[in-house]
């Protein structure tokens, strides 16, 4: 089952070129499994043991299946569908010295930005189309072969390149797309793909992504290095739980967020009242509004789910001195004395119950108490529905490089904890 679970994984990782991807490939399984989408602009009729899902701006999706017994609340598994990358700007087609053609990019969260020179690059994300109505429409586009190139300066040319240099995102990282012959080809691509003229394209949000397939590593295959690990790991583990288990008195519900590299503030962010809004308009369904939803609340529970970094084979240093997680140890229960994590003390025993009772190993991270961490979406979400939450993760290696390294065998293990959460 792990090498079947672990391949999906990766297929579903291969095919999510961008956040409006990853959510366009939910939706698909949703409905292949009988989930009836609903619209934030319509009213709900929700029946009990139904499947549901509702997306926000093509990028952030809330699933959700309902027990076929009264309600007591809500279990939610929350990750995100965004990873750092470089984002096209408008008017992206730049000459230089009458040779060559580069896009004009900018980052898109917290990059290593060492790690995306000689790699085969395309673009993908989705264009604004006009349709003949008038009306507007998303398509999403993929430029499915090897595009771009973002490439290194010859050692010949910068010998200090060894020693550590500053890199400049407007001078040293835009990509290569060919020479000047290419001019206007990027346009022409994306209109085919949409199935417009040129000129019915009204607007987009295209990002750079790494043509480079996951795959399996290490001596005994415990490694996957691929691209987007974080986040995309834990949005398919909590997809596939949902999808496994019916619940018995909870709500299950899986929120998959955008903009979480960039701080989650958006309309479609961890941040906004996506979640809120889906949780109550569930409860009204059910003649549950006012104080009748904050009892719900109340005996609810969130599991920010977002990757943890591992103890670093050349850098052990860098992990605190006695919480020091590593890929294939279990899942990682993440503590920051600031909060920027939420777990406490009763929702570290939660977790560690859940995982007692799916017979999976757990571990604990704590950053380095001089070294300041990251933070991730968990916070952000209780702040507009006030459950009590953990936040958990799987150790991974090289977190926002354009290809990251993690266990082979802690995806299965995440969807077992996940699958007894649903249905506790």
């Known amino acids: 089952m792990q090498n079947e679970r672990t391949a999906k994984c990766l297929q579903f990782i291969d095919d999510s070129v961008s956040c409006y991807h990853v959510v366009a490939n939910m939706e698909k399984r949703f409905k292949e499994a009988g989930f009836t989408e609903l619209s934030e602009k319509e009213s709900w009729e929700l029946r009990a043991g139904g499947g549901y899902y509702v997306k926000r701006n093509d990028a952030s999706i809330v699933a959700f299946r309902l027990p076929h017994k009264e309600m007591k609340g809500f279990h939610i598994v929350a990750s995100h569908s965004d990873s750092p990358t470089f984002k096209v700007k408008t008017n992206p087609e730049l000459l230089v010295e009458d040779c060559y053609l580069r896009l004009n990019t900018e980052p898109y969260g917290g990059m290593i930005y060492s790690t995306w020179f000689d790699r085969s690059l395309s673009v993908a994300g989705r264009v604004i189309v006009a349709k003949k109505d008038g009306n507007l429409e998303s398509v999403l586009v993929n430029v499915d072969e090897e595009l771009l190139v973002i490439p290194s300066v010859a050692i010949h040319m910068n010998r200090e390149a060894n020693k550590g240099i500053e890199l400049n995102p407007q001078i040293d990282l835009l990509p290569l797309m060919g020479g000047k012959h290419a001019k206007g080809s990027l346009m022409a691509k994306l209109a085919e793909l949409a199935g417009v003229p040129q000129s019915g394209i009204l607007g987009s949000d295209l990002y750079l992504y790494v043509r480079e397939k996951g795959k399996l590593a290490g001596a005994d295959k415990e490694l996957i290095i691929s691209p987007r690990l974080d986040d995309l790991l834990c949005v398919y583990a909590s997809m596939e739980a949902l999808l496994a288990k019916e619940p018995k008195e909870y709500a299950s519900v899986c929120a998959v967020f955008h903009n979480e590299e960039v701080g989650s503030l958006t309309r479609q962010g961890a941040a906004s009242t996506f979640l809120k809004d889906t949780l109550e308009r569930t409860a009204e369904c059910f003649h549950k509004s006012g104080s009748e939803y904050l009892r719900l609340v109340a005996d609810s529970f969130l599991i920010s789910a977002d990757n943890a970094h591992a103890l670093h084979p050349n850098h052990p240093e860098k992990a605190d001195a006695a919480n020091r997680p ?99």
């Open 326 to 424: 590593v890929p294939n140890g279990g899942i990682v229960i993440k503590h920051h004395g600031g909060q920027k994590y939420t777990t406490d003390g009763y929702s570290e025993a939660l977790i560690r119950a859940l995982c007692r009772e799916a017979e999976v190993p757990c571990q604990d991270y704590h950053n380095r108490s001089d070294i300041a961490g990251g933070s991730t979406l968990g916070n952000l979400s209780t702040a507009q529905v006030a459950v009590q939450s953990a936040d958990i993760g799987l150790a991974q290696l090289a977190m926002h490089s354009a290809v990251e390294t993690a266990g082979s065998r802690d995806i299965e293990e995440l969807v077992r904890v996940l699958e007894v959460f649903y249905q506790k």
